[in-house]
């Protein structure tokens, strides 16, 4: 799957847009894409959020890729769902699993990833300050001695 060009933001709203669509169309699958889309709008400000801040510090694409090529699988998926017959039970049993492990899939993501990141970009921060403190104090102390 190329994920070069592909924001974050793009693959999400395209996502968003695939499961709105889909809701709307097959009805075998209304409950898990009413679930999957409520998680999505759920999660929507944080991806802009993550956008956004990543275009503010210049921070390399890779950080998000593999989340983006998840929300590219994720509206393969919810393509693939909107195909299935409403008659072919085996394929609306195999479909309804993958859209539960898709919800549970978003939610783990911002549960637990996230949270690792958060962490990660805390201490970075913190590094960063407590660097900035050491400076600031050298230059009080020369000024103090001048």
Excluded at 39 to 61: G, H, Y
Aim: charged share 25%; hydrophobic share 45%; proline share 2%.
């Amino acid at each position: 799957m190329e994920v070069q060009g592909a924001a974050l933001g793009a693959a999400f709203d395209l996502l968003l847009t695939s499961v709105a669509d889909a809701s709307k169309k097959v009805a075998s699958f209304i409950s898990q894409l009413e679930r999957v889309k409520s998680t999505l709008c759920a999660i929507k400000p944080s991806i802009d959020d993550i956008e956004c801040l990543n275009l503010i510090l210049d921070r390399p694409p890779h950080e998000t890729e593999a989340f983006t090529v998840r929300l590219m699988r994720a509206e393969l998926l919810v393509r693939r769902c909107s195909k299935v017959s409403k008659w072919n039970f085996l394929m609306r049993l195999y479909y309804s699993n993958k859209l539960s492990k898709l919800e549970t899939s978003l939610l783990s993501f911002f549960q637990i990833d996230v949270a690792a990141l958060h962490l990660c970009e805390t201490k970075r921060i913190a590094v960063v300050v407590s660097d900035l403190q050491e400076k600031v104090n050298e230059i009080a102390k020369h000024i103090r001695e001048k």
